[in-house]
């Protein structure tokens, strides 16, 4: 079991930081969302499946530990994704983009280096 489910918070963390990222650019521009109209939105697939890699590997760190992946295997995962976020790929454009605007983000990010270095 990794140490205590600090990195697990830790990436619990970064999602809600992205998440919140996303749902200030979305009221600046329509005004205020539900919890429930922001959930709908960023559940499209055509425009925030960028997000799907971070999503399944925090789903990978939830499932029951009989079931739960390695956690070597977890951490080279979440080192790919993170350790930088790739320009080339979807999600590294959005998640550099968006660390660019973000200082929470930045932060959240930080605090998760410090535990996969």
Do not use: C
């Amino acid at each position: 079991m990794l140490a205590d489910d600090s990195l697990r918070r830790a990436l619990l963390a970064l999602h809600k930081a992205v998440l919140a990222a996303e749902r200030e650019n979305l009221e600046r521009v329509h005004g205020g969302l539900s919890n429930a109209a922001f959930l709908q939105i960023v559940s499209d697939p055509v425009r925030y499946g960028w997000l799907k890699p971070l999503s399944q590997l925090i789903l990978a760190f939830e499932e029951d530990e009989e079931e739960r992946a390695p956690d070597d295997e977890l951490l080279a995962r979440t080192r790919d994704l993170l350790l930088p976020p790739q320009q080339k790929t979807a999600f590294g454009r959005r998640y550099l983009s968006l660390m660019q605007r973000e200082p929470a983000l930045v932060l959240a990010h930080a605090e998760l280096t410090k535990l996969l270095r």
